[in-house]
């Protein structure tokens, strides 16, 4: 029988006091995860860096990155304010490419899962709500504090500060209240840390939810 998230939100979203101030890491979430890109058209890629996964860093030194079989392409990131970054790329060729996030702050960094590269007119891939969530699981950064199965961390940083939600299961309406504002649910502990609220669209929360509530018959990602 499911547990409803609010008894379980202590031990599987919430990240111990411990654990939270473990040494130089940082979380990057990316703000805008596209389904897919045009072909030579410049695409942004934005993000925040946070330390521990709560306070914006900033005068980081980054860099993004497109690669598709030997071609690269690359961009350093500017910083518009606090912990606020964006690189404008533009991919040569269609295709399947992988962006990486060099974020400047030790081994803290991101690579996406693979965006497909459309040419001008192209038809733009179909994806579920489940693998939208996925893709935003890497992107958002929380694969960063939890594992989960169904996603391979690569050569990424992780620092699993909070519990794994392979096997978790929530209220779908309790999960999209949290997601939307982590804040309802305080620390279990008195100064404790919590996730922060990362400003996620209402379709993003849809995608996300249907991921953590769906997740284990997907395949681990490459």
Known sequence: M???LSTMLPSALIVSVGAYYLGGWAVLTVDEVPDYVTAKTPVTIAYVARQHGAEPLGKLDGVVEARSGSTVVSARAKEARTG???ASLTLPHSG???VS????F???NAK???IRAIDFGGTPPA???MERGRRLYVAKGCITCHVHAAVSPGEMIQVKAAPELTQKRYAADYLALYLANPSIRPPSTPGGAQMPNLGLKPAEIAALSAFINGASVVGSAK
């Open 2 to 4: 499911r547990r409803t």
């Open 84 to 86: 606020h970054y964006s």
């Open 96 to 98: 399947s490419w992988t």
């Open 101 to 104: 996030i060099t974020s400047g």
């Open 106 to 108: 030790g081994p803290s």
């Open 112 to 114: 996406l899962m693979p």
């Open 127 to 129: 994806l579920t709500d």
